[in-house]
């Protein structure tokens, strides 16, 4: 038996001026074709009381808890690129950030949290500098602090336990889960001096922060880019901590192994924590413009491998809904059945394996409103070995509240994989 889930991100919305969300407007015959033949109902991925993220959403659509089980965005951010963490090791996020003014680093103001989305290269020099006087290098070489580059300006900052080398406070990863860092998206304009990290510990952290900016204030690559009319990625901000997340292996879960294709680095992380393999696709970039059919290749590709299961996470309907582009997230839902969902089945039938295909959204992202919402989401399920009369039956909001209703992912999964 072969199993493949598509989870088109925040694809499930809310009714237009016209009546129809964009699921009942997109021309998608292939998924709707398997709602036909296969069950239709809706799950709820997100539990009371939890911000419905992505993190949260796809954890549970993999059958995790998205209570228990989260631990935070950065660590599987930083999973995903490399990087080898140990159970005891915290990870953050550090963005370059640009910060303005004169005097005081409390009394700076900060104007942009991506130094105008800085290019790859840019970046990963501006955080060298800032590890080569800060780092320290990682616990397994005696040392406890270490910055990595990331995509643009999404670096990562692992400090490992131990004797601290830096500045002679406690042990900080033991204290790091406990205080809150603000996001510097969220205080884009503000004086930081009134957002820097405060509470027992934490005044490490401030410390790297504004030695970061003696480092990269004066930097050549920021000198380029002030003449060259950029924002400069003069500091370093800190924040989005957490440990590795300590999660049951896939397989121990539901006896089977898999890869998941995702575009964005939070998914992929979420998917080596499970200890499933995580495909790099080329172009998948989580945008309108992703490379779909490469994806569905890569999909075939796996399951040619031998792999009993694939996971693929397409990000841009959600993306279009973010920027509130209602048309796109409908160019992006055909796309997907077409360019996605046509081949792998396609490819399926022909091989003659049987399988399940199990269509769901991670969460709802509403175009009008531009941001996640926690409502249930519809999904579909169809298996080839034991197809079901249910014509009328549609992958939509509506269609997915006629039929059976999921209390949790986990229940979900548990089901989609189980069914005899
Ligand atoms: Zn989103």
Redesign the pocket.
């Known amino acids: 038996m072969r199993y493949l889930i598509l989870v088109p991100?925040?694809a499930a919305d809310d009714r237009d001026e016209n009546g129809k969300t964009p699921l009942e407007e997109a021309h998608m015959p292939v998924v709707n074709g398997l709602a036909a033949r296969g069950f239709v109902g809706q799950v709820t991925t997100i539990p009371e009381g939890i911000f419905p993220g992505?993190d949260a959403a796809n954890l549970a659509v993999l059958g995790y808890d998205p209570v228990a089980d989260l631990t935070g965005r950065s660590p599987l951010e930083a999973v995903s690129m490399g990087i080898d963490m140990s159970d005891t090791d915290v990870a953050f996020r550090a963005n370059i950030v640009t910060l303005v003014g004169d005097g005081a680093y409390g009394d700076l103001v900060i104007t942009d949290h991506s130094s105008g989305d800085i290019g790859d290269e840019e970046a990963r020099q501006l955080l060298k500098a800032v590890n080569d006087e800060l780092g320290a290098g990682r616990a397994e070489n005696g040392g406890r602090v270490a910055f990595y580059p990331g995509v643009s300006y999404r670096g990562a900052l692992i400090v490992s336990a131990g004797e601290p080398t830096v500045t002679g406070i406690g042990d900080v990863s033991e204290e790091a889960a406990g205080y809150w860092l603000t996001p510097p998206h969220d205080i884009l304009t503000k004086r930081i001096g009134d957002y820097l990290p405060t509470g027992e510990g934490s005044g490490f952290i401030k410390e790297l922060m504004e030695k970061s900016y003696d480092i990269l204030k004066d930097h050549e690559v920021n000198k380029d880019r002030v003449r060259r009319g950029l924002n400069p990625g003069n500091s370093i901000w800190i924040w989005g901590q957490g440990k590795k997340p300590a999660l049951d292996s896939f397989e121990s879960k539901f006896g089977i192994t898999g890869s998941v294709i995702a575009g964005v680095d939070l998914i992929k992380g979420i998917g080596i924590c499970a200890g499933l393999e995580s495909i790099t696709v080329p172009g998948a970039t989580g945008t309108l413009e992703t490379n779909f059919a490469g994806k569905a290749d890569a999909v075939i590709e796996e399951f040619e491998k031998g792999k009993d299961f694939v996971y693929i996470h397409v990000e841009a309907p959600?993306?279009c809904?973010?920027q509130g582009n209602r048309a796109d997230k409908i160019e992006s839902l055909e796309r997907i059945d077409a360019e996605v969902l046509a081949k792998v089945v396609g490819w399926l039938r022909k091989d003659g394996e049987p399988f399940r295909v199990l269509v769901v959204p991670d969460?709802r992202?509403p175009v009008a409103l531009r941001?996640?919402t926690m409502e249930p989401v519809p999904y579909v399920i169809y298996d080839s070995g034991d197809e079901q009369e249910n014509a009328g039956a549609l992958f939509t909001e509506a269609s997915g509240e006629n039929g059976r209703a999921f209390g949790s992912g986990a229940e979900l999964a548990k089901y989609f994989f189980g069914k005899k």
Do not use: L, R, V
């Open positions: 991100d925040g992505s959600d993306e809904a973010h969460h992202t941001t996640h």
